[in-house]
């Protein structure tokens, strides 16, 4: 069974850094894709980033862009979220999730069939 666990959320000032930890096992995962969404209080879950784990491919929502990086430890089954220059628009809930790979669909939740429980991120100002 794949279980995926977050951490590395916490509390950070606007402009700080964080770096979150998604740590992946069950399986392998030779042919999925992995990925961060995000939940703010009141909206949806939202597409953040994601990375083939096969190649290392990634994409980012235009938000983001230049301030976080996804990277993955293929050897010990681990993924990260690097977030340098957080903003108050950033406070979210953050989750791990993973689904069997495919280009078009990376970006939306219904491609991912394994979640973790989330981890929060707050920025103040």
């Known amino acids: 069974q794949v279980q995926l666990v977050e951490s590395g959320g916490g509390l950070v000032q606007a402009g700080g850094s964080l770096r979150l930890s998604c740590a992946a096992s069950?399986?392998?995962?030779?042919?999925?894709?992995m990925g961060w969404f995000r939940q703010a209080p009141g909206k949806e879950r939202h597409f953040v980033a994601a990375i083939v784990w096969s190649d290392g491919y990634t994409e980012y929502t235009d938000s983001v862009k230049g301030r976080f990086t996804i990277s993955r430890d293929v050897a010990n089954n681990m993924m990260y979220l690097q977030m340098n220059n957080l903003e108050p628009e950033d406070t979210a809930v953050y989750y791990c999730?993973?689904?069997?790979?495919?280009?078009?669909?990376?970006?939306?939740?219904?491609?991912?069939?394994?979640w973790g429980q989330g981890t929060q991120v707050t920025v103040s100002t």
């Open positions: 069950g399986r392998t995962f030779g042919r999925y894709v």
């Open positions: 999730a993973a689904g069997v790979y495919s280009r078009h669909t990376l970006r939306f939740r219904t491609a991912y069939n394994y």
